[in-house]
């Protein structure tokens, strides 16, 4: 009776630090990075456009390539739900000039001052996907990390011929999971420049991992003696 006691004890250490028996390696693959940041855009894009007013027959441009618009799934949702909403949109060259950004297109390559074209200004703030916390498994060692991708992004709808603002928002959304260690290639796979570091573990943690262990099987073996007395 007492043997078992000790033997089960000692199953249920080796079922929570052994690799490789652990329930959750039967989960399916994460998302990609930039899967990740996409379904971020996905939301963005919808917000910014929630209830926003769109004239009918202009055709809207989109300064391309956005700065901060990471693989460029920005652009590429909104010209997707534009299109979907029936509007004309065309992606054209982002200015160069400095000044404001009406200003700035009234060049030879962008429309004429009078021009009955509308110009969706998007300015992202902050775009990327990264490992915020360390997941440690028992009684050591680490199981994965916790993921959050995120995008901030400010939209302004400007009429080029009279120069006004026709609206203007603003939309964030963020997005998190949990990456097993071995899933970390994969979630890389694909992502382009989308490469976030892993975060440090304390090193608190280092030393107590060990003293855990020590301590647990300590109590056991002492447990099981003094079962025997």
Known sequence: MRGRILVRAL??????????????????????????LDSVARLVTSDLLLGA??????TIRIATPLTG?????????????????????RLVPAPQAS?????????????????VDLLLDLRVGGAGVAYVRVLRK???GVRGYERV?????????????TREVLWAKTAS???????LKRDLSYAQSGSGGLNPA????????RLIEPLIVVGVVTGLVVLFYSNRN
């Open 99 to 115: 000044g404001t950004v009406v200003g700035a297109w009234n060049h030879s390559d962008g429309p004429r001052a009078d021009s």
């Open 138 to 140: 028992f009684p050591m």
């Open 173 to 179: 959304a963020q997005a998190g999971d949990v990456v």
């Open 53 to 58: 007013s769109l004239p009918a027959g202009r």
């Open 149 to 161: 991708a995120s995008m901030r992004v400010g939209a302004t709808l400007l009429d080029l011929g």
């Open 69 to 89: 618009d990471t693989l460029g799934l920005l652009t590429q949702r909104m010209v997707e739900q534009l299109r979907a909403r029936g509007a004309e949109v």
């Open 11 to 36: 199953g249920v250490l080796v079922w929570f630090g052994a690799p490789g028996i652990q329930p959750a390696l039967a989960a399916p693959p994460p998302a990609t990075h930039g899967a990740m």
């Open 198 to 205: 892993l975060p440090r573990g304390g090193g608190g943690a």
